[in-house]
């Protein structure tokens, strides 16, 4: 039986309506309307599209949205100068500074210039330290891997004792997703490109999540009959039948994994979309830290 599909683009547009209506009903009390910030540092024209997105998707909730840009060129302390700024800006409740950065630019020391109250991506150390530590909770986690949670919590009656493999170790997905499968009380195994018998170790997984950037690198052969797989990746590959000569897949083979798996993230239209929903998320949660 072939697996059923997550509809993260549904989901996501669950979670704007809520926050939509959060945005309005703090209006209507007369508190501020939530602000974020976009600091977007050279000419990547990725980075571009997806601040954007970000930018639109704010003024589709209500929420205020700041756009600062710097050229490549910009140094350390520029970048540090505009951050601090925000910091102090009381319109602002979230700031978002768009990675990668250019080349000589200390991304570590951007991330935290960023004060924790404001660091709405998730990314400030303290934010990751907090995570990584029993006991201790983070004002805020990074918003792709909140998506593959919430996810994951809407599928599964619940996510202990499960076996989850997190393939990719990324600081913005791999990584911080397995510290939340982690606090989830799931037994977690974090591979990559180097792990010996790749495949075996996938084929353990009650839930994968596949972050690895390879375009279906995951064969439907390596997923377990029932499991849960959520596929971050997503990757150009050519297509001379489209119109724009390529198509977007993600990190497994969509057609050959919904075989053996009970739920799998479509990509397009999968874990995307979570990721600005939880943004939107984190700075209303901002702006309430504020009250």
């Known amino acids: 039986m072939a697996a059923q599909i997550l509809d993260g683009k549904k989901v996501a547009e669950q979670i704007r309506s809520e926050v939509k209506a959060g945005v309005a009903e703090r209006v209507k009390t007369g508190k501020s309307v939530p602000g974020l910030a976009t600091v977007l540092v050279g000419d990547n024209p990725a980075s571009h599209v997806y601040v954007a997105s970000k930018q639109k998707a704010c003024q589709e909730v209500g929420i205020n949205s700041f756009g600062y840009e710097l050229p490549a060129t910009a140094s350390q302390v520029e970048v540090e100068d505009l951050v601090k700024q925000l910091n102090a800006d009381p319109n602002v409740n979230g700031i978002l500074v768009q990675l990668p950065l250019p080349n000589g630019l200390d991304e570590e020391n951007v991330l935290k210039s960023i004060s924790i109250e404001k660091d709405v991506d ?9 995570l990584a530590q029993k006991g201790r909770d983070p004002l805020f986690v990074p918003c792709t891997p909140a998506g593959c949670i919430h996810l ?21 997905v791999g990584m911080p ?13 974090i591979c990559h490109s180097r792990s010996k018998n790749l495949p ?5 997984a009650d839930i994968l999540v596949a972050a690895v950037g390879r375009p279906e ?14 596929d971050v990746g997503i990757n150009r590959i050519d297509d001379v039948s489209r119109p724009k000569g390529y198509r977007l897949v993600g990190d497994v083979a969509f057609d050959e994994a919904k075989e053996n798996a009970s739920w799998i993230t479509p990509v397009p239209g999968g874990v995307g979309p979570l990721t600005i929903a939880m943004l939107l998320q984190n700075t209303l949660r901002a702006a309430a830290l504020l009250d």
């Open 122 to 130: 998730g990314f400030h150390p303290i934010n990751i330290g907090r």
């Open 152 to 172: 994951l919590k809407m599928t599964l009656p619940k996510l202990e004792g499960l076996n989850a493999v997190v393939l990719g170790r990324s600081n913005i």
């Open 177 to 189: 997703v397995a510290l939340l499968l982690v606090r989830e009380n799931a037994t977690v195994t």
């Open 200 to 204: 075996d170790i996938v084929r353990q």
């Open 217 to 230: 690198m995951v064969k439907g052969d390596w997923i377990k009959p029932g499991a849960v797989v959520i």
